[in-house]
Structure formats: structure tokens, C-alpha cells
């Protein structure tokens, strides 16, 4: 069956760097679409990133420049790299399989002031 796992978040400093990551299995990865979504507080789920099968990658705004989300196919693994944390960018990060019922479990990322 489908799986998607990502890694453990962290709390951090504001200013300071975090790499996510989530492997998924029982799919072909290299054809799928990859995305990170958070849910702050009382807020909607939002796309963050998103990267193609093809290395295409689209950002929100309010983490361009900041935030890099990348993938290796072979080890079936996409990736969220996320520098100059700010406290809004606070919230359960997801992974999912564009197109899909997919969604990895969430992962919290606290950023302190």
C-alpha cells in the first residue's frame, strides 16, 4: 500500500534553519507531483511548495526566498528546506502525493520569537 512518512520538525529559533523530509513508497515517485502543506492554529492547510516529476517547483509567497523543496528520486524522498524561520511559519507541515488521497501524518514546527 501507499505510504508517506515524514521526518520529525523541531522548535527553533527564529532566524534559524530546518530540513524536513518525507519518503513515500508504493508508488512510482519519480512520476508523481510532490507537495508540503502546514496548518497553523486556526488556520486553513496551505500549499507551501510543490516540485514535479520533472524538478518544476512553485512556492507561496510568504516562503519564497526562504523555503527550497527538492527531491531524490532514487531514494524516493522529497525535501523541505527551510531557512530564516519566522514565527508565522509555525504549524504542522504535510507531505502529499499531488492528485492523491495521500497525505503523510504531519510533523509540528514550532519557531520561537
Known amino acids: 500500500q501507499v505510504q508517506v512518512a515524514e521526518s520529525e520538525g523541531d522548535l527553533v529559533q527564529a532566524g534559524g534553519s530546518l530540513r524536513l523530509s518525507c519518503a513515500a513508497s508504493?508508488?512510482?515517485?519519480?512520476?508523481?507531483?510532490m507537495g508540503w502543506y502546514r496548518q497553523a492554529p486556526g488556520k486553513q492547510r496551505e500549499l507551501v511548495a510543490e516540485?514535479?516529476?520533472?524538478?518544476?517547483?512553485t512556492y507561496t509567497n510568504s516562503v519564497k526566498g526562504r523555503f527550497t523543496i527538492s527531491r531524490d528520486n532514487a531514494e524516493s524522498t522529497v525535501y523541505l528546506q527551510m531557512n530564516t524561520l519566522k514565527p508565522e511559519d509555525t504549524g504542522v507541515y504535510y507531505c502529499k502525493i499531488k492528485n492523491t488521497p495521500y497525505w503523510g501524518q504531519g510533523t509540528q514546527v514550532t519557531v520561537s520569537s
Open positions: 508504493g508508488i512510482i515517485f519519480s512520476a508523481n507531483t
Open positions: 516540485i514535479t516529476s520533472s524538478g518544476r517547483t
